[in-house]
């Protein structure tokens, strides 16, 4: 990649890949650097671009700063957990963000903020400076040490919606309540979708005992999914009904907290229950997201996520006897 920034030096391609081969390895300074080339590599995020005519910050500036979501809602909660470092930089801060992420990030961070939906138009003279979400660990993640020497965001979660599913879930015939989620769905990259996804079915076998009480958390139409374990395997996994998985984030918060563990591949899921410092064991592929690291065992955004590695492309039958002994 490097040669190829030689050659041609405004190829945007091989700057945004070198970003993620960095970010993996944890040279987290030119990393950054190099992750900024992403709004060069298509057309509608130039066009997004040029559509802010506030100025970019940066760290010689106070005033109210415009931070807005520009990613998927994984990476919107992963960089999310560094506003609380952020908000000592500026005057105010404004966060421009998925709908479904306000309830839970509003009750969460009380301090000075305003939240909008992404979706939302927002008045020029309402701040004074703008940066994009992604663009926030440039200047308060610099180096390892930092993820560790930084502050924490403790989400709360809404109480009532934990006491409801509380009641439903709960049954001292159980010693564990443990929380799974198997696939990912990707419209974009559908190959990367396989790649990261299990079946129901393997999954719960591979970690199954009978004291545990396994919670559906995962997202989509999975009731076939369920029903086919229950039939084939005698394992009951516990699908709320009339709970959307989808769209209430809030309420998934809740249902995740009530998990003694969570047992995910890398999705939603897995960052939501990191970000809520519940115990978490993630399955994820050899070419995995650049956030992981190369050969981690402990995820150092969120120390509560623990790594576990398919040996092969499609090999987890490692990874599930490991998980199956810790849980």
């Known amino acids: 990649m490097r040669k190829a920034i030689e050659i041609k030096p405004d190829f ?12 993996k390895l944890k040279f987290f300074k030119e990393g950054w650097e190099k992750y900024e080339w992403r709004w060069m590599l298509k057309e509608t995020n130039k066009s997004l671009m040029s559509k802010l005519k506030k100025p970019r910050w940066n760290n010689e500036c106070k005033g109210n700063v415009l931070i807005w979501g520009e990613q998927g809602i994984a990476d919107e909660i992963l960089f999310l957990s560094l506003v609380p470092d952020f908000i000592d930089k500026v005057n105010k801060v404004i966060l421009k963000i998925d709908q479904r992420l306000i309830p839970l990030f509003k009750r969460s961070l009380n301090q000075n903020i305003d939240f909008i939906s992404k979706d939302d138009s927002i008045n020029l003279t309402d701040y004074d ?3 994009p979400i992604g663009s926030l660990p440039k200047f308060i993640r610099p180096k390892l040490k930092s993820f560790y020497t930084s502050k924490r965001l403790k989400l709360q979660i809404n109480k009532n919606k934990f ?26 990259h559908p190959n990367r979708a396989r790649e990261y996804s299990i079946s129901l079915e393997k999954l719960i076998s591979g970690i199954y005992a009978p004291d545990i009480r396994f919670i559906n958390l995962q997202y989509g139409d999975v009731t076939k999914e369920i029903s086919h374990v229950k039939s084939k395997l005698g394992i009951e996994v516990l699908e709320i009904n009339d709970f959307d998985y989808f769209n209430d984030i809030d309420g998934l918060a809740s249902l995740i907290k009530i998990c003694n563990e969570v047992v995910s591949i890398d999705n939603i899921t897995a960052t939501l229950a990191g970000a809520l410092g519940v115990s978490t064991k993630v399955i994820i592929p050899q070419n995995n997201y650049w956030k992981w690291g190369l050969n981690d065992k402990k995820s150092y955004w969120f120390p509560s996520i623990k790594l576990f590695r398919k040996t092969m492309k499609n090999e987890i ?5 490991d998980i199956k002994k810790e849980i």
């Open 12 to 23: 945007a391609g091989a700057h945004h890949n070198l970003s993620y081969l960095l970010l």
């Open 129 to 131: 400076y703008q940066l």
């Open 163 to 188: 006491n409801y599913f509380k009641e439903i879930i709960i049954d001292n015939k159980y010693k564990k309540y443990i929380g799974v989620s198997w696939k990912t769905i990707c419209n974009v």
């Open 317 to 321: 039958e490692k990874a599930l006897n």
